[in-house]
């Protein structure tokens, strides 16, 4: 069955750096996503991606995140200038269409360590 | 606004005996649901979803789930418990356009040999 997959499983960092994590959504899946989970708290939802463009963004999704799909594969969340507060499991999901009817399919997650 | 709550952070049961993972939804308007499993060190799977169809929903693994809206409540319920049935459980509301999930804080189940 096709996955979401992303890479790297674990990155460590440290504050003020940037860093990107990477994810390759199914193929014929239109719509992505970033979703995080700081540990010990609900799954958050920061971004939808859909034909080159931000669909929805949530508050969390400030001026120091960004997505692209900078190829017709890879979807990437970028933090510029790391906080400590970052550190958190970083969800990639895709789906073939929005909806209810059209569930998310997530990655394994990279967890993101913020010294 | 949409809002999960998942009553119970660590259920216990013995394999073979029936699992039970309460969830309660608060929605504006006549909402999707879902539960979601997380074994360790993989991603979220979908187990099973509701989207106004029928109350009583089959997903995969022998998990069911049944949409009671007098009570707000779409409980996950398995009629006997295997080992690899440990995991985290996450029950999920979405927004009407489907484009934001909102997730529960999760229910660790742990399944006594």
């Known amino acids: 069955e096709p996955e979401v997959t992303q890479t790297p499983s674990h990155q460590v960092t440290q504050m003020g750096q940037e860093v990107i994590l990477r994810c390759v959504p199914i193929s014929n899946h239109l719509y992505f996503y970033w979703y995080r989970q700081i540990l010990g708290q609900k799954v958050e939802f920061l971004v939808s991606f859909y034909n080159n463009e931000i669909s929805e963004k949530s508050e969390i999704f400030d001026d120091q995140f960004s997505v692209e799909r900078p190829d017709g594969s890879n979807f990437t969340l970028k933090i510029r200038s790391t906080k400590l507060e970052d550190s958190a499991m970083y969800f990639c999901?895709?789906?073939?269409?929005?909806?209810?009817?059209?569930?998310?399919?997530f990655g394994n997650g990279t967890r993101l360590t913020v010294t | 606004a949409q809002s999960v709550t998942q009553l119970d952070s660590h259920v216990s049961v013995s394999e073979g005996t029936p699992v039970l993972l309460r969830c309660n939804y608060s929605s504006s308007y006549s909402p999707s649901l879902f539960w979601y499993v997380q074994h360790p060190n993989k991603g979220l799977q979908l187990l099973l979803k509701y989207t106004s169809a029928a109350t009583l929903v089959k997903g995969i693994n022998g998990f069911e789930a049944e949409f009671k809206k007098s009570e707000t409540s779409f409980h996950l319920t398995k009629p006997s418990a295997h080992m690899s049935d440990a995991a985290e459980y996450f029950c999920?509301?979405?927004?009407?356009?489907?484009?934001?999930?909102?997730f529960g804080t999760g229910t660790s189940l742990t399944v006594i040999p």
């Open positions: 999901a895709s789906s073939v269409s929005a909806g209810v009817n059209s569930p998310l399919h």
């Open positions: 999920v509301v979405s927004d009407s356009t489907g484009n934001q999930f909102y």
